[in-house]
């Protein structure tokens, strides 16, 4: 029993970080332009992100001390503060963007303008991470988040032609789009994957629940079956735009369109279903980066942190929080749209990447942390293939913004 609800907090990381308002938006915008051609994107995402997070819990679990911690021991003030400039300002976008994507979904639910509700959400996700014990947090907000499953149960509702989904999935069939955007797109898609709070909240949440060398294969369990769900789920969200908006022409622009398939293939029930899954995965998803913000700045300091220890105790970890949830609320309240926060932060994560998973690779390739825990040869190789891949698309993804237009 103990294992499956350790489970949790696998589901809780695939649900609020590989399904954030990120995955939503980025998959339906691409399902509606590109159908399922970009379901490759997603599978190799889903691999990259259990690599890294399996080497990032492997680190906290063996060492007891979460990775940003060393990160900046081993490789020193200067390169653990580039890694935390990259990773602290991509965090804090993809905060604003989580908060923004709740008063959407809230709004969903009620018709209430989003800019009232964006106060409101803010304060919530605060009054979570200061009163609720992490094993709770985590426990409700994933398995509520498994709601999204409704995406999928759309799509079998849906009646599609399976084999214009698979012709799709083979890039054939679709509408023209220039190559420069197709890439674009792709790379939003891994951004969106393997955003850097993901492995700082897997290896912090590790060290919170106490994890040591006799939790590895529950570290493996939950990076198993967190992330190719949340995977799974993402090609759903797609699925049911290529079937949906795409034959239309419809392209997506707001949050009420994401959800515009299920309210077709399962009427009023199904929707008020997806609904609760959108407000707990981007809940869930804004506590993820608010802790995570936290994480970073405190573990850079040597500041006290975590929510095993009574907030006054800890008083700086929790000040960078409500800090960073006051400047998310700032830039929400002045009218920009959360979409198109959404849309850039994915972007932006990509350019991250390279800082944020390099150094991961180094430590856990280190003896002096690891011990006889360290990499694999097949491990290393895996994970230097994809730092090629991640440094490729870093290089990329500001040029394709520019040449596209952000994807226009």
Partial sequence: MKRLLGVALGILTAIGGFLDIGDLVTNAVVGSRFGLS???????????????????GRVAAVSGRATFEIIRERLGPRAAAANLGASFLINLLTLTAEVGGIALALQLASSVEPRLWIPVAAFAVWLVIWRVRFKIMENVTGLLGLCLIAFAVAVFLLGPDWSELAAQVMGQGLPEESTTVYWYYAIALFGAAMTPYEVFFFSSGAVEEGWTVKDLSQSRINVLV??????????????????????????????????????????????????????????????????????????????SWGKFRKPRAAARFHLTMIICLVVAVGVLM?????????????????????????????????????GEHVNSRVMNAVGSLYLGIILIAALAAIPLMVITGAGA
């Fill in 38 to 56: 970009l379901a490759w994107v997603v599978a190799v995402g889903v691999v990259g992100i259990c690599v890294f997070a399996s080497m990032s």
């Fill in 334 to 370: 002045t009218g920009v749209d959360p979409v198109l926060v959404t849309e850039y932060s994915v972007v932006f994560s990509a350019v991250a990447l390279p800082l944020t998973y390099l150094p991961i690779l180094i430590v856990a390739n280190d003896p002096q942390y690891m």
């Fill in 226 to 303: 967190g992330f190719p769900l949340g995977g799974l789920l993402s090609v759903a969200i797609a699925a049911c735009a290529a079937i949906v908006l795409l034959p239309q022409a419809i392209q997506v622009e707001t949050l009420s369109q994401v959800v515009l398939p299920v309210a077709i293939g399962g009427g009023k029930l199904l929707l008020a279903f997806v609904i609760v899954g959108i407000v707990a995965a981007t809940f869930g998803a804004a506590l993820e980066t608010a802790l995570s913000s936290g994480y970073t700045i405190a573990q850079f300091f040597g500041w």
